[in-house]
Each structure stands twice: as structure tokens, then as C-alpha cells.
């Protein structure tokens, strides 16, 4: 059996084929339907499978050059998903609400996160103790406040090479933020998206757990293979480009 028809069989049996009502559909996507079922669109998987691979094959360059991508995916079928993903591959991701100017103005955003690591340093040092009691649980809620909104980037230093999101309809103000930075987009974009500015579509179900799970699987997995071929080089001139303290 071939590569491809195991991967077209993976995704049917993942439900990754069903769009959604043929009345929501995006004039963009009609190269990608099969036909209509029952007034649901189908996605003609065998046209997906392609746009898929240049996708992974994309996000294995970056990471074999060392890049980074931040995974977004804020609906709720999607959240947990990309955050397991995107913390097994050490990436940023952004689980829930984007917060505006994540991408536009990130360093003002970059300063709130330093804001919470500082806190957060001085409280497991005891350094909070010379505040009254009511300071701190002031200081506490900011600090549950900033961890709901930045938590997932806090590793990030500097803006991301590409981002991954799920549902670019949905998540368009971080579609857009990407965009005006020349931050290239791999997006899961069902029938209802608009994928004429989307880098890099994948188009299939981007509604249900199972199909979102295959398609985040199959891009993690593409990164980890991209950064076993990371060259020493790789490393050495990420070193070279991280800011000096």
C-alpha cells in the first residue's frame, strides 16, 4: 500500500473530509470539494493530501534551520491539542483569546511577560513577604491574570518564523497580526475560510477533536523530524543571535 493512500485512508478515518453547510462555504475552497452530502460539503482528500505535504515539508525546513513556529488554536475543540503539541516541541502556542498586538507590538507585550517572570521569581525567592497582605493577593491575581494571557509565549524572545493555526476565520485577528509582519501562515481551514492569503492551506474539518488532533500530530511530527537534521551550525548561531543580558 502507498504512502499516499495510507495517509488519504488516515485522514478519512479521522473524519478530516467533512466540511461544513454548503451554504457557508468560501468561493476559495471550491477547488477543494468533492461534492455535497446531505447539504454538508465534502473535501476531496486527494487534494488536501498535497497541500498537507508541502506544509510539512515546509515546517521540517524550519526546524532542520533551527526556527521556530507558535501554534494557535484558541476554539475549544482545538486548545488542549496545541498546547500538548507545542509544548512537547518546546514552541510558543496561544490556547486561548490573542491578545492584540502579540505579533504588532511585541515588545510592549514582551515587557508584561517579563513583568510576570519577575513576580514570579520573587515570589518562589520570598521576596513578596515585605508586602502587606493585601499586596500580595493584589500581586497574585496580576500574576493569574498574566499567566492566562501570556503563559504559552513566555519563552519567546523575539518574534516567531512561521505560525500554525487552527481555524484562520476564527483566529483572523492573529491571521492578520501574522500577516503585517511577514510572518508566513500554515493554517487547517475548513470550508467557510477564506485561503487566499493563507501561505500554506491545509483544508479540511477544523470542528471536531479527531481531525484537529491528526493534522497538529502531523505537523509536530514533521517539525521533530526537521530538527534531528538541525546542522551544529544551527545551534551555535542561535547562540550567536540570543539577546545579551
Given at each position: 500500500?502507498?504512502?499516499?493512500?495510507?495517509?488519504?485512508?488516515?485522514?478519512?478515518?479521522?473524519?478530516?473530509?467533512?466540511?461544513?453547510?454548503?451554504?457557508?462555504?468560501?468561493?476559495?475552497?471550491?477547488?477543494?470539494?468533492?461534492?455535497?452530502k446531505n447539504a454538508t460539503d465534502l473535501f476531496d482528500l486527494?487534494?488536501?493530501?498535497?497541500?498537507?505535504?508541502?506544509?510539512?515539508?515546509y515546517v521540517g525546513q524550519l526546524a532542520s534551520e533551527g526556527?521556530?513556529?507558535?501554534?494557535?488554536?484558541?476554539?475549544?475543540?482545538?486548545?488542549?491539542?496545541?498546547?500538548?503539541?507545542?509544548?512537547?516541541?518546546?514552541?510558543?502556542?496561544?490556547?486561548?483569546?490573542?491578545?492584540?498586538?502579540?505579533?504588532?507590538?511585541?515588545?510592549?507585550?514582551?515587557?508584561?511577560?517579563?513583568?510576570?517572570?519577575?513576580?514570579?521569581?520573587?515570589?518562589?525567592?520570598?521576596?513578596?513577604?515585605?508586602?502587606?497582605?493585601?499586596?500580595?493577593?493584589?500581586?497574585?491575581?496580576?500574576?493569574?491574570?498574566?499567566?492566562?494571557?501570556?503563559?504559552?509565549?513566555?519563552?519567546?524572545?523575539?518574534?516567531?518564523?512561521?505560525?500554525?493555526?487552527?481555524?484562520?476565520?476564527?483566529?483572523?485577528?492573529?491571521?492578520?497580526?501574522?500577516?503585517?509582519?511577514?510572518?508566513?501562515?500554515?493554517?487547517?481551514?475548513?470550508?467557510?475560510?477564506?485561503?487566499?492569503?493563507?501561505?500554506?492551506?491545509?483544508?479540511?474539518?477544523?470542528?471536531?477533536?479527531?481531525?484537529?488532533?491528526?493534522?497538529?500530530?502531523?505537523?509536530?511530527?514533521?517539525?521533530?523530524?526537521?530538527?534531528?537534521?538541525?546542522?551544529?551550525?544551527?545551534?551555535?548561531?542561535?547562540?550567536?543571535?540570543?539577546?545579551?543580558?
Open positions: 500500500m502507498s504512502t499516499e493512500k495510507t495517509t488519504i485512508e488516515a485522514m478519512f478515518a479521522a473524519g478530516t473530509h467533512f466540511g461544513l453547510g454548503r451554504s457557508r462555504r468560501n468561493p476559495t475552497i471550491a477547488p477543494f470539494i468533492f461534492g455535497t486527494e487534494k488536501t493530501k498535497p497541500a498537507l505535504d508541502a506544509a510539512k515539508a526556527k521556530t513556529i507558535i501554534f494557535v488554536g484558541g476554539k475549544r475543540e482545538a486548545s488542549a491539542i496545541i498546547k500538548n503539541a507545542a509544548m512537547s516541541l518546546n514552541l510558543p502556542y496561544v490556547e486561548g483569546r490573542w491578545i492584540g498586538g502579540t505579533f504588532t507590538n511585541f515588545p510592549q507585550i514582551r515587557k508584561r511577560i517579563d513583568r510576570f517572570e519577575k513576580i514570579v521569581s520573587d515570589r518562589e525567592k520570598g521576596e513578596l513577604l515585605k508586602y502587606t497582605k493585601r499586596e500580595r493577593m493584589l500581586i497574585g491575581k496580576e500574576v493569574e491574570k498574566l499567566e492566562k494571557m501570556f503563559f504559552g509565549i513566555v519563552s519567546s524572545k523575539k518574534l516567531p518564523d512561521a505560525m500554525f493555526v487552527i481555524d484562520p476565520r476564527r483566529e483572523h485577528n492573529a491571521v492578520k497580526e501574522a500577516q503585517d509582519m511577514k510572518i508566513p501562515v500554515i493554517a487547517l481551514s475548513n470550508s467557510d475560510c477564506d485561503i487566499s492569503d493563507i501561505d500554506f492551506p491545509i483544508v479540511g474539518n477544523d470542528g471536531s477533536r479527531q481531525s484537529i488532533k491528526f493534522f497538529v500530530e502531523e505537523i509536530a511530527k514533521s517539525y521533530q523530524a526537521g530538527k534531528k537534521l538541525a546542522k551544529p551550525a544551527d545551534v551555535s548561531s542561535k547562540v550567536a543571535d540570543a539577546p545579551k543580558v
